[in-house]
T-cell receptor
C-alpha cells in the first residue's frame, strides 16, 4: 500500500524567503508525482507533474525534484509572496492512475 | 468554460436521505475519478471510470454508487446517508491511465445532519 508523508505539516515564513516542502512515499513503483495547491474552501490546482524518469521540473518560481529510488520529492518556492499562502499537496500516481495524497504542507507567508 | 464542474457546490441533508452529486468535464478526457476529502483534509480516491467502465473501486461502502452515462459525465449517488459521509467530494479527469496529470473540479461540500 502506498503511503505519502509530507513534512512539515505547517510552516510560516517571512515574505521573500525560499520555501522548501518535503514529500516522501513508501513504494517507489510510481508512474509520476504531482504537486497541487489548495486554497481554503477551494479545489485543487495542479502545479507540477514530474514523470518518474525525470529528476526535476520547473515552472516559474516553482521547482520540484524527484528521487524515485529513495522515495522523496521536494518542492521549492523561490522568493515567497503572501499569495503563496495555501496548502500544498503531494500525490504519487500509481496503478491505474490512482493518486495517493499526503496530508499537505500548510504554508503561511507573512508580509 | 470551466474544465471540470460539479453540482451542487454545497449539499446539506439529513441522515438516511439519498442524494446525488454530478460531475462534468469538457476537456475531452476519457477517465474520470471521485475523491473524498475528510474533516482532517485527507484526500482519498474512491472510484475511477475509463471510457464509462469502472476501473477503481477503492473499498467504498456499497451505499455509494457511481454512474458514468458518457465519457464526459460521472455522477455519484449516495444512499442512506450517514454522519460520517460528511466531507468534500472532488471529481477529477485525465486523458488515459498511465501516470497522466489529473484535473480537479471545485468540490462539493456534503454536510449530513
Amino acid at each position: 500500500k502506498q503511503e505519502v508523508t509530507q513534512i512539515p505539516a505547517a510552516l510560516s515564513v517571512p515574505e521573500g524567503e525560499n520555501l522548501v516542502l518535503n514529500c516522501s512515499f513508501t513504494d517507489s513503483a510510481i508512474y509520476n508525482l504531482q504537486w497541487f495547491r489548495q486554497d481554503p474552501g477551494k479545489g485543487l490546482t495542479s502545479l507540477l507533474l514530474i514523470q518518474s524518469s525525470q529528476r526535476e521540473q520547473t515552472s516559474g518560481r516553482l521547482n520540484a525534484s524527484l528521487d524515485k529510488s529513495s522515495g522523496r520529492s521536494t518542492l521549492y518556492i523561490a522568493a515567497s509572496q503572501p499569495g503563496d499562502s495555501a496548502t500544498y499537496l503531494c500525490a504519487v500516481i500509481y496503478g491505474n492512475n490512482r493518486l495517493a495524497f499526503g496530508k499537505g504542507n500548510q504554508v503561511v507567508v507573512i508580509p | 468554460d470551466t474544465a471540470v464542474s460539479q453540482t451542487p457546490k454545497y449539499l446539506v441533508t439529513q441522515m438516511g436521505n439519498d442524494k446525488s452529486i454530478k460531475c462534468e468535464q469538457n476537456l475531452g478526457h476519457d477517465t474520470m475519478y471521485w475523491y473524498k476529502q475528510d474533516s482532517k483534509k485527507f484526500l482519498k480516491i474512491m472510484f475511477s471510470y475509463n471510457n464509462k467502465e469502472l476501473i477503481i473501486n477503492e473499498t467504498v461502502p456499497n451505499r455509494f454508487s457511481p454512474k458514468s452515462p458518457d465519457k464526459a459525465h460521472l455522477n455519484l449517488h449516495i444512499n442512506s446517508l450517514e454522519l460520517g459521509d460528511s466531507a468534500v467530494y472532488f471529481c477529477a479527469s485525465s486523458q488515459g491511465l498511465a501516470g497522466i496529470e489529473q484535473y480537479f473540479g471545485p468540490g462539493t461540500r456534503l454536510t449530513v445532519t
